[in-house]
């Protein structure tokens, strides 16, 4: 990571959960409202469930946690996912979270770069995401894994944009990567 400590992205599971509720605890308003569109509270148990039982085909989620001295465990610090649509099967929903005291140290690029090779490595070749006109952040980061189309108005500032996914440079899916 930018500050020298290390991460480690892997695939989230159900053992996940404790640690998924402490980091929806930990956001911000406008951290939530970035990524939910409305100051979600909380994570239903249903919602809790489904985000935790990610097949890694459909649905692939991502964490990274990062080893913090004193700490017995490393710290999760952030998501990303994608959902496969139905419709299209080359297509997914895109959104990355990342807690508030983390953000801009390079999780969000790492996860974003590590889910673009996974997604890809089973058969999905474009995202599109929900985000606020002015989140310049989540932009930049789509752009380096692909093309972005021009915006589409959702309302109420909020437009989808359409990625293009760049094939990745490593052919081989990676199961667990580290982070510097
Ligand atoms: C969008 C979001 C996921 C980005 O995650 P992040 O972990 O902050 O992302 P990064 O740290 O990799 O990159 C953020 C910025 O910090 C910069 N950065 C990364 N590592 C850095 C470092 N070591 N030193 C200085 N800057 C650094 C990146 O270049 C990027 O800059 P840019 O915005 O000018 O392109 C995060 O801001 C977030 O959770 N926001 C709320 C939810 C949200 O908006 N989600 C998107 C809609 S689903």
């Given at each position: ?14 053992a ?43 649905h ?7 080893a ?8 999760p ?52 995401g ?43 899916p ?7």
């Open positions: 990571m930018g500050d020298g400590s290390i991460g480690q992205i892997r695939p989230l599971g159900p996940d959960r404790d640690a998924l509720i402490e980091g929806f605890d930990s956001l911000s308003p406008e951290s939530r409202i970035r990524r939910f569109f409305f100051e979600k509270k909380a994570l239903s148990d249903q919602e809790l469930h489904a985000l935790t039982h990610p097949d890694g085909v459909d692939i989620a991502l964490g990274l946690a990062v913090i001295e004193g700490r017995p465990e490393p710290l610090i952030g998501v990303a996912r994608c959902f496969r649509s139905q419709d299209d099967l080359e297509l997914a929903e895109v959104a990355l979270i990342t807690r508030d005291d983390w953000q801009g140290a390079g999780a969000g690029t790492a996860l974003m770069q590590a889910l673009a090779e996974a997604a890809w490595n089973v058969g999905i070749r474009r995202w599109f929900a985000l606020f006109c002015d989140n310049q952040t989540i932009r930049n980061l789509l752009s380096r894994v692909g093309d972005l189309s021009d915006d589409r108005a959702i309302g109420s500032g909020v437009v989808e944009v359409l990625c293009d996914l760049y094939p990745p440079v490593q052919p081989e990676a199961v667990s990567t580290e982070v510097e």
